[in-house]
């Protein structure tokens, strides 16, 4: 059920005893998930106001409440940024709404981030290491998932299987993705405290500088990367650069060189998570907007390569100016008119990596000899094996349009439960059956109080910049 603004201020002076609110208006949120609005008291606070719309959305603010409550006031004055607090809740049936002390700072847009330059850039990056060298006691504390680095793939790959058998995802873009989860280097990280949904609308700024971070509902020990994958979107290749940059700066040894690389790879499987959620809810619009998006991405993918997310680069068929009907003229063989010799330890079914399946140029029978199963490879086509790493980041090439791939406000958020499988389909992968299921947050039963940390008071006056907001006067003798 949608909740207007004015039922919104009606509920947080239920959640927060003494609140007497003088003007209301929207805010931005995730419009499947939460109702949200900013309110205004007679001594000129700010609140928000976020009402979950389903019991899911619900769970994720339970989620919120432990995690905002795992920051003891020490960890948060060591951040170079503010988080919020929860100021109080109300119970309405089996749903929660949340009431927070308000952050200072403004909303941007992704494209007017990037308008905002280097020192903008710079600073996301000194927050998001700021992030990420969190101790992980915050996120034991508050009960939340933790994963290693080789179960964060397996849940990887046993999505990717969910989504694989809906039929709906373009083949050139499934092959892309399972090599690069059976690329096993990619995949050597050291798990940190991760954000988990992290995004321009979660972020607040003042004179170009972060001032708080929120959306706090995905916390958990995991893959960095995923941090990163909402600047896939950037347009501007230098603004992402500049963020890596200055977040190496400040992790040293601790960044890991293939970051970007793996961001890329999330960025573009959150397609598939959105299609899939849209599939499991029945949604036909969501539905068909991620098939719209996957096949965006298929074709731009064929035309300028796409961005690189793996290390070793997958075989690649044989072109058809090549050559009309050569693998029937090439089945003769060596030596027998038009043949075209095959290339000796070319085993296109060979996965790479040290996780199953055979090592590169052995077709896995165990006799050592690499085979071709009837297929022929040409030689100029047999990528050379890299002999230095690139550098963290993207691809110099030109990448073509920009489609948008962040997990955010289409895909993002969008959290496809992975199933547990066996692999089906990949080669030579030996799926555990992890069940994929992410803790759900804690009881809060009984914590309707007032959150325990002491947030802002919301006394920073005009800081959030709300011209744009249609504000509700509630009491027009009233001060704000």
Same mark, same amino acid.
């Given at each position: 059920m949608k909740r207007s603004p004015m039922e919104l201020a009606a509920i947080a002076t239920a959640a927060v005893p003494g609140l007497s609110p003088t003007g209301v208006a929207g805010m931005a949120d995730d419009a499947d998930d939460f109702?949200?609005?900013?309110?205004?008291?007679?001594?000129?606070?700010?609140?928000?106001?976020?009402?979950?719309?389903?019991?899911?959305?619900?769970?994720?603010?339970?989620?919120?409440?432990?995690?905002?409550r795992s920051f003891t006031p020490g960890i948060r004055a060591g951040l170079p940024f503010l988080l919020p607090s929860v100021a109080g809740t109300v119970r309405q049936g089996?749903?929660?709404?949340?009431?927070?002390?308000?952050?200072?700072?403004?909303?941007?847009?992704?494209e007017s981030l990037v308008a905002l330059g280097g020192r903008t850039a710079g600073d996301l990056g000194k927050v998001m290491a700021a992030i990420h060298g969190l101790p992980p006691s915050v996120v034991d504390r508050a009960d939340l998932p933790s994963y290693t680095a080789n179960e964060f793939r397996q849940r990887k790959l046993n999505e990717l299987d969910q989504a694989a058998t809906t039929g709906r995802i373009p083949p050139r873009l499934l092959r892309r993705w399972e090599h690069a989860l059976e690329d096993a280097?990619?995949?050597?990280?050291?798990?940190?405290?991760?954000?988990?949904?992290?995004?321009?609308?979660?972020?607040?700024?003042?004179?170009?500088?972060?001032?708080?971070?929120?959306g706090w509902t995905d916390l958990r020990i995991g893959d960095p990367a995923d941090?990163?994958?909402?600047?896939?979107?950037?347009?501007?290749?230098?603004?992402?650069?500049?963020?890596?940059?200055a977040y190496v700066g400040v992790r040293g040894e601790q960044a890991d060189p293939h970051i970007m690389r793996r961001a890329a790879l999330a960025a573009e499987f959150a397609l598939a998570q959105w299609l899939v959620k849209g599939l499991l809810t029945s949604d036909e619009e969501r539905t068909a907007e991620a098939e719209q998006m996957l096949r965006e991405l298929d074709e731009d993918i064929a035309e300028f390569g796409g961005q690189p997310i793996s290390i070793v680069e997958p075989p690649r068929p044989p072109r058809?100016?090549?050559g009309a009907g050569l693998f029937d003229e090439a089945a003769e063989g060596p030596g027998d008119g038009p043949g075209v010799p095959a290339v000796e330890g070319a085993d296109t079914g060979a996965a790479a990596g040290d996780d199953g399946g055979a090592a590169a140029g052995d077709d896995g029978d165990g006799d050592g000899d690499a085979e071709t199963d009837g297929a022929v490879i040409l030689?100029?086509?047999?990528?050379?094996?890299?002999?230095?790493?690139?550098?963290?980041?993207?691809s110099s090439e030109p990448a073509g349009r920009v489609i948008e791939l962040r997990p955010g406000a289409g895909p993002k958020g969008s959290a496809a439960s992975g199933t547990?499988?066996?692999?089906?389909?990949?080669?030579?992968?030996?799926?555990?059956?992890?069940?994929?299921? +992410? $803790? *759900? @947050?804690? #009881? =809060?039963? /009984? %914590? +309707? $109080? *007032? @959150?325990? #940390? =002491?947030? /802002? %008071?919301?006394?920073? @006056?005009?800081?959030?910049?709300? %011209?744009?907001?249609?504000?509700i006067e509630i009491n027009p003798r009233g001060r704000a």
């Amino acid at each position: 059920m949608k909740r207007s603004p004015m039922e919104l201020a009606a509920i947080a002076t239920a959640a927060v005893p003494g609140l007497s609110p003088t003007g209301v208006a929207g805010m931005a949120d995730d419009a499947d998930d939460f109702d949200s609005a900013l309110i205004v008291d007679d001594r000129r606070n700010r609140w928000r106001v976020r009402s979950p719309r389903h019991e899911e959305a619900s769970m994720r603010l339970e989620t919120e409440l432990a995690a905002l409550r795992s920051f003891t006031p020490g960890i948060r004055a060591g951040l170079p940024f503010l988080l919020p607090s929860v100021a109080g809740t109300v119970r309405q049936g089996s749903l929660r709404t949340f009431v927070y002390n308000h952050v200072p700072g403004s909303l941007y847009d992704l494209e007017s981030l990037v308008a905002l330059g280097g020192r903008t850039a710079g600073d996301l990056g000194k927050v998001m290491a700021a992030i990420h060298g969190l101790p992980p006691s915050v996120v034991d504390r508050a009960d939340l998932p933790s994963y290693t680095a080789n179960e964060f793939r397996q849940r990887k790959l046993n999505e990717l299987d969910q989504a694989a058998t809906t039929g709906r995802i373009p083949p050139r873009l499934l092959r892309r993705w399972e090599h690069a989860l059976e690329d096993a280097a990619l995949w050597r990280f050291n798990p940190t405290v991760v954000h988990g949904d992290l995004h321009e609308d979660h972020m607040l700024l003042e004179d170009g500088r972060i001032t708080a971070v929120t959306g706090w509902t995905d916390l958990r020990i995991g893959d960095p990367a995923d941090d990163f994958a909402w600047l896939a979107a950037a347009h501007e290749q230098s603004f992402a650069d500049a963020v890596l940059e200055a977040y190496v700066g400040v992790r040293g040894e601790q960044a890991d060189p293939h970051i970007m690389r793996r961001a890329a790879l999330a960025a573009e499987f959150a397609l598939a998570q959105w299609l899939v959620k849209g599939l499991l809810t029945s949604d036909e619009e969501r539905t068909a907007e991620a098939e719209q998006m996957l096949r965006e991405l298929d074709e731009d993918i064929a035309e300028f390569g796409g961005q690189p997310i793996s290390i070793v680069e997958p075989p690649r068929p044989p072109r058809p100016e090549d050559g009309a009907g050569l693998f029937d003229e090439a089945a003769e063989g060596p030596g027998d008119g038009p043949g075209v010799p095959a290339v000796e330890g070319a085993d296109t079914g060979a996965a790479a990596g040290d996780d199953g399946g055979a090592a590169a140029g052995d077709d896995g029978d165990g006799d050592g000899d690499a085979e071709t199963d009837g297929a022929v490879i040409l030689e100029k086509d047999v990528p050379a094996p890299e002999k230095d790493v690139p550098a963290p980041g993207r691809s110099s090439e030109p990448a073509g349009r920009v489609i948008e791939l962040r997990p955010g406000a289409g895909p993002k958020g969008s959290a496809a439960s992975g199933t547990g499988g066996s692999g089906t389909g990949r080669s030579g992968a030996a799926g555990t059956g992890a069940d994929g299921a +992410d $803790a *759900a @947050g804690l #009881d =809060a039963a /009984g %914590s +309707d $109080a *007032a @959150g325990s #940390d =002491a947030g /802002g %008071s919301g006394t920073h @006056g005009a800081e959030e910049d709300t %011209s744009a907001l249609p504000v509700i006067e509630i009491n027009p003798r009233g001060r704000a």
